[in-house]
Structures are given as C-alpha cells and as structure tokens.
C-alpha cells in the first residue's frame, strides 16, 4: 500500500497476551441447547484435532464508523442536503464563539454543548468542537470590558492575545469544558483552534487593519501557552492542530492536524495552492508527517465539492492526496456532492480511516468450565489511519437460546492497529462456573469506550442485529 511516498511499510507482528476482563452474566435456567459441531456460514472453518481455525469473510461495504467519514457540519445550519446528495455521517461538527460558551464571568454554557450532544447522538454521531476567540460574537463583551484591547474587522472583534487578563480567562474557559468534555464518551476530536479569525491561527479577517491585528496576535510563547492548556485539559481526547499553528508542537505531542482547504489546486490562484505550497511542505517534516500514527488527520473541503466539479478539478487527485496523507474526518461542510462523483467518493470512504478485518481466530474445540479458553486472533487494518480512541475489544459465549452466559474484555490496544500491520492478539479467558455444558457460540465486537455496547462495525460478515459477530462455536464440558 502507497504509504505518502514512504513506499511499502514493512509488516509487523504485535502480539498481546494476558488474562482477560470477565463480566459474568446470567446462565438460562436449564444451561444452553446444543448447537452441535456447525460454525457460522459468515466463516470458513477447519478443525485440526481438538483445535478449530475460523477465517471470517471479509466483505466490501461502506463502514459508517465513529470518527471517520464526512463531518454533519453544525446539522447543515437548519438546511441539511438530502441523503442521497451527502454521505451519511458519523461525526457532527460544531464552531462555538467564546461570548456564546461564557455569555457572563464564570458562567458556562454547558447546556448549549449538551443540547448538541444529544442531538448528535440520536443521529449516531459524535460531537467535534472548536472554539473561537474570533467570530461574530467571538471574545466576550465582559471580558473586553476589563480592559482587554480588541480591533474591529470584517468579520468581528480581534481581541489581544497577549493582554494577562485575556490569558487567564482563557485558560479558564479551556479548563472548565476540558473538566466537563475530556475523556467523554461523546467527544471524538477537538480542534485547537481559539487563536485568530476562525480560530484559524491566522489575521486574514483583518482587512485594512492588519497591522492592529499583527500587534494583537499572540507571541510564540503565548501560542505554545494556548496550545498546552488543551494537550493539559483535554489530555486523553484527540486533539488536532491547524497547519499554521503551533503544529510541529502540538503533533509531537500527540495531536493530528488539519487542513482548511482541501482540494485547492488552484481555487483563488493559478500559481500558487494550499495542497502543493502549504500541505506538502508541512507532512514533509517527520513530526507531522508521522502525527496520524497518534492523532486524526482532519481535512475541510476548500469551497465546495459541487465548485470543484463546475470548476474541472482533478477529483482523483485530490482523493489520492487524501489518502497519502492518511485522512479521517471529511469537512464537506453539508452541501451536495455532485450524482456524478458519488461513486468516486463511495470507494473513497471505503479506504478512509480505519477498516478493521477479522482474518483468523483459532482455539480448542472443547474447555472445561474454570479452565482457560485461549483465543488466538489475527487482524488487519486495511484503511488508512488507525482508531484514535481507547475502545475495548471483547468477546462473548452466547447460547443456542441466544442468552449471553459470559463476556470477557481483551488488553488488546486497538490505537496501536496501524494500517500495514497484522496484530495477533492473544486472550486468555477462563471460563465461570456458572456456565453449565452445553455448545455456544463465541461472538466478538469492538465496545464503547465504557464498555457499554458495540461501537465500530468490522469488515467482515456475520454482524448480528445487536452488532456483535458471531465467528465461532466451542463445546463447554
């Protein structure tokens, strides 16, 4: 696999070991009706003696995974683009003024962020913030009103960066929401993005007043200040850093990056564009070449997909590009992909992100209970980046009478499933007493980050209506 010029990486083998999490669960009076010697028809199977080897079928569809994919921008603004003109998506992503997440001194609008939290997740989306210093409302009345010195310009209020006052409020406002959305199970990403026009880390709004905005905008060392408020407070939820910021900061530090105008191979001028002058030369550099190992890559369309095809753009090389440079989320910001390019960008988010195939698991065909089952399991991630959060992977005995009588939680490290890799992970899980003989089958599923439900669908058959895959069957005596 074309690897960004890299050419091939080499395969590596990572092997993970251990005594799995059990997590008992009722035995159906009467233990479990015989399921007999059959393995799902989702898997071909070999038995080798007392051993049986599974290889799942891998399948070729459209994975609408969390945190990969095109972004729901702000639910299209009240005017979303039918589903057959936009790609259904996983993400929702929402741009926050600071005056509307402090509208008073220490008052947080915690319930704005709630609000859009819950709607996300009846769409099946998680929730993308940036916040803003810088736009419309941007910089709080109040807080200018301490004396924090501001320029008027296009498109706000440009605020000073480097006034003590305005450095304190800001940590505090990182500080509370990375207290109230760190770590949170609704968060995917989020963008370090309150310095600037559009928290873009940039003085472009400033027309006619750019020499103000210049004196406004922070020193390196306050943009390093900035910057490690979020790696402190949001520590353990994917950052990314715009290219243009501090970015071989913030990605050696474990953030991806983005880019806020892809596909500019010309948009504004012929001699000059983000993806050749800004985007290369920065993934040049080792330090953010490599950041999609530990951070997403988040790229926003420039203009929009349907100017692209008015204006005759190359799409397979913008794709392709996306593809090197080993993108996750999609900015499109919610406007129609033309019918005619819809194929083209079906194949596409069949290879962005991460896709996660199940080859091979091998075990005995028989365990007695309070003994080990060793599960041996073999995976390739054949997208393009891997999985940015810390989601479990487990494993299940289900009865013929499909009752769930024992789940376990493997020490499998799904982050560290890099594309070119083949993970083999190996499970030791011991099988309770309370599991009465019978046959059952061996389900496995990739878990929210709390455990609580099934989370990423795999690429391969046999997922359940409860998004659980059956793979296997064993004989507990």
Known sequence: MRRGGKGMLLLGVLVLTGCARWIPSPTPPGGASAIGDNLPSVSTAQRSGSMVTVHPREIDDILYNPGMGFTDFHFGFGHPPPVEEYPHATVAYFRWPWAELEPAEGQYNFALVDGVIEQAKAKGETLAIRIVSEYKTGTPQWLLDKGVASVKESDGIFPDYNNPIFLDY???????????????????????????????????????????????????????????????????????????????????????????????????????????????????????????????????????????????????????KGLEWHLSVLNAKSKPVPAVWRPRFERFL????????????????????????????????????????????????????????????????????????????VDELVVPETVLPGAYSIDVAILSEDGRSPHVDLAIEGKRMDRWYQVSSVTIQ
């Open 170 to 320: 800001h940590e505090r406002l990182i500080r509370a929401f990375g207290g109230r959305y760190g770590r949170s199970v609704d968060i995917d990403h989020v963008d370090i993005g309150s310095v600037g026009c559009w928290g873009e880390w940039n003085t472009a709004c400033c027309i006619g007043v750019e020499a103000q905005c210049k004196e406004l905008y922070p020193t390196e060392a306050n943009q390093v200040a900035i910057t490690d408020w979020y790696l402190k407070y949001f520590a353990g939820t994917p950052l990314v850093m715009l290219v243009g910021g501090q970015l071989e900061y913030a990605t050696a530090r474990g953030a991806g990056w983005r880019g806020d105008c892809y596909g500019d191979y010309g948009y504004f001028e012929p001699m000059w564009n983000h993806m050749e002058h800004v985007y290369a030369p920065a993934v040049r550099n080792p330090v953010v070449g490599e950041a999609w190992k530990r951070g997403p890559v988040q790229l926003e369309v420039c203009g929009y997909i349907h100017e692209w095809y008015e204006r005759g753009f190359d799409l397979d090389r913008i794709l392709e």
């Open 350 to 425: 069949k290879k962005i992100g991460y896709r996660v195939v199940l080859r091979e698991m091998n075990h005995a065909a028989e365990v007695h209970v309070r003994q080990p089952l060793m599960l041996r399991s073999r995976w390739d991630n054949i997208g393009v980046a891997p999985m940015y959060h810390a989601w479990p992977l487990a494993y299940r005995l289900r009865s013929s009478a499909d009752r769930v009588v024992a789940q376990w939680t493997s020490h499998a490290d799904v982050k560290q499933w890099l594309p070119g890799l083949s993970p083999q992970i």
